[in-house]
């Protein structure tokens, strides 16, 4: 797919904002604290619902205003749709499909993008969250319908944690709990679904993450990845741990189930001490290894780079070939001034194949050469080159 143009109102510093891009790579110029990346994000908040720098929405409103419009005109194969999303500072955000309304979080089913970033880099070095986040967001553009797993489990995860304060303030036995079965077993039916999911999701980025690290930083070294699952009795913090783990790699969802009733059981005392859910795909981690030991302690920060990178093209990889969309929308948000030579180029080989790619910079020549196309300048919150004609 491609974004033939995407259009704002109050998002971030844009009053508003009419930009035409281009097949093929388009590149957005203009020094730093422009607005460069507020219109990537912007786009890119159509296919995750989220962006790479905030957690919340709030600041994706321009400043003193209600609320912010995105709209992008879409092209799948020859095919225009047009999506829109509005978000708000109070009430519930809406979104648009044909002019037509839809639950926002269907907007990944038209939008897919993987933006390449230098938070990226948190991937590798960062907590367990941030990857978790990864795995989900790519999860949910590969299938769609892990939207709504997922934010029903996160629903069952809120009202379970609830009940087990409450219970705690109110010094509620454990076997008094009855209610609390209940919750376990949504809990369970859903938190496979997306441990299996994971699991899946994880097996399949193996390869294209090991050729990928290959190709950017040299064949001496092995990338690989593996999940690390609280429902086989993993804990969240033991990142310099060098165990061998087990990924989950013969987990069905039958027997998933059964490791995860058994470990609540398990937990349960100390769930009811600590009022919070122990076990479940919100604990779990996934394990980044360098030539068998974990990135997250031992890597360098070159390394550390390449495997961010290798993680994102490896998602581009697995999008383009499995994703109901095609070719996601690939975006490179002030990656180049990060890379040594060797790396941009590797890079650059790595994504000329890809339908659309969109790349920020302050310095063009940071760029290389090749990827300079189609031309989009940014002063002050206001597009002064506004790329493709219409
Ligand atoms: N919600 C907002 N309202 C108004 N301005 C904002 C908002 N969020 C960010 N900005 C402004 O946007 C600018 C940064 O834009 P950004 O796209 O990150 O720049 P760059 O071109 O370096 O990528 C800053 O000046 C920041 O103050
Ligand atoms: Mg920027």
Do not use: C
């Amino acid at each position: 797919m491609r974004v033939a143009h995407l259009g704002l109102t109050d998002f971030r510093n844009y009053e508003t904002a009419e930009v035409g891009f281009d097949a093929g790579p388009n590149l957005i110029v203009g020094i730093n604290g422009q607005g460069k990346t507020n219109l990537v994000e912007a786009l890119a908040y159509l296919s995750t619902l989220g962006s790479h720098r905030v957690s919340s929405d709030q600041a994706l409103i321009r400043f003193g205003r209600d609320s912010a419009i995105v709209r992008a005109r879409l092209e799948h194969g020859d095919r225009n749709v047009l999506v829109e999303v509005q978000l708000n500072r109070v009430g519930a955000n809406r979104a648009q499909v044909n002019r037509g309304p839809i639950k926002p979080r269907e907007l990944p089913r038209y939008v897919a993008t993987v933006v390449f970033a230098p938070e990226d880099l948190a991937l590798v070095r960062g907590e367990p969250s941030g990857r978790r986040r990864f795995l989900d967001e790519l999860l949910v553009q590969k299938s769609p319908r892990f939207a709504g797993i997922l934010s029903d489990y996160d629903r069952v995860l809120r009202q379970r944690n609830t009940l087990l304060k409450s219970a705690r303030a109110a010094r509620t036995p454990a076997e008094k709990l009855t209610t609390l079965d209940v919750w376990d077993e949504r809990l369970v039916q859903l938190g496979v679904e997306i441990v299996i999911g994971r699991r899946d999701l994880i097996e399949r980025l193996r390869e294209p993450v090991r050729d990928a690290y290959e190709r950017i930083a040299g064949a001496e070294h092995r990338a690989d990845l593996s999940a690390r699952l609280s429902i086989l009795g993993s804990q969240p913090d033991d990142e310099a741990s060098t165990d061998v783990l087990d990924g989950g790699a013969g987990l069905t969802p039958m027997s998933a189930a059964e490791s995860f009733r058994a470990s609540l059981a398990a937990q349960r005392r100390a769930e009811l001490d600590r009022g919070i859910t122990l076990v479940g795909p919100h604990r779990d981690d996934l394990v980044l290894t360098l030539n068998g030991l974990p990135a997250r302690g031992y890597a360098s920060h070159g390394e550390s780079w390449s495997f961010a990178l290798s993680l994102k093209l490896a998602s581009a990889e697995v999008l383009r070939t499995d994703a109901p969309l095609g070719d996601p929308v690939l975006i490179l948000d002030d990656v180049f001034a990060e890379l040594d030579e060797r790396r941009r180029a590797s890079l650059s080989a790595a994504i000329t194949g890809f339908e659309q790619v969109l790349i920020t910079a302050a310095v063009e020549n940071d760029v290389p050469q090749e990827l300079r196309g189609t031309t989009i300048r940014i002063h002050a919150g206001r597009v002064v080159e506004p790329g493709a004609a219409e």
